[in-house]
């Protein structure tokens, strides 16, 4: 019996082994989707679609209650906005971050909270603005005396242009030093002030980064 089927196959053409047309074309297209998967991304908190986005430097409370820098007035102000469009300009594939240039006098100049947002937007055809407040930034804390240790408190927000509505208002805080482990502050004898701002403000660039860019899928 064995023989037979042996005989059977022999019998048969070359062609008849191949596999089927569609499956080799079906190959490598399961390939790719197969490693497009890689390339998935968790959705934003702030889901912004097709965006340009415009990043005004943010405002910095200062350590009296009535203090207040303006926008362009905060030297860290400038920097985390800087920080910020640095993070988005390679992480973020549905946002376009745009340069402030055109609009820094306008805002600049602006007496009232009340800036006109939608105008600064179109002067740089954006579709949104991305601006806020730094409302903390301190080095030490009561209970460690003589130690480093860094926190740094942001609310922001985001402006749609076309009508001038504040579409996401956030508020996020970053300690520094952080144990990742366990979550509990850690201090440090090592760091040094300009060290420890350097850190809090990475931290919360790729805080806000991430609430509006999402992140890739492990």
């Known amino acids: 019996m064995l023989e037979k089927l042996f005989q059977s196959f022999a019998k048969r053409p070359y062609s008849a ?14 390939i790719s989707l197969g490693c497009s998967s890689t390339e998935e991304r968790l959705p934003p908190e702030v889901d912004l679609g097709e965006a340009k986005l415009l990043i005004v ?7 009296r209650v009535s203090a207040l820098r303006w926008h362009y007035e905060s030297e860290e102000g400038i920097r985390l906005a800087q920080a910020l469009e640095l993070q988005m300009s390679g992480n ?8 402030d240039r055109k609009v820094e006098d306008q805002v600049f100049h602006t007496d009232t909270d009340e ?30 005396p003589g130690m480093l240790q860094g926190r740094y408190v942001v609310r922001w927000w985001v402006y ?18 952080e144990d990742p482990e366990s979550g509990k502050i850690y201090v440090s004898f090592e760091s040094s002030e300009r060290e420890l701002l350097a850190a809090l403000r990475a931290q919360m660039s790729q805080l806000i980064a991430l609430a509006i860019c999402g992140a890739e899928a492990e």
């Open 57 to 63: 430097p943010f405002q910095e409370k200062g350590q």
């Open 160 to 177: 749609q242009v076309s009508d001038g509505s504040r579409v996401s208002s956030r508020e996020f805080s970053v300690r520094v030093p």
């Open 115 to 144: 800036v006109p947002w939608s105008d600064i937007g179109r002067e740089v055809d954006a579709t949104h603005v991305l601006t806020g407040r730094i409302e903390r930034i301190s080095f030490r804390d009561p209970r460690t």
């Open 92 to 99: 973020c594939p549905t946002v376009t971050p745009i340069s």
């Open 17 to 30: 082994f191949k596999p089927p047309f569609c499956a080799v074309l079906l190959f490598p297209l399961l």
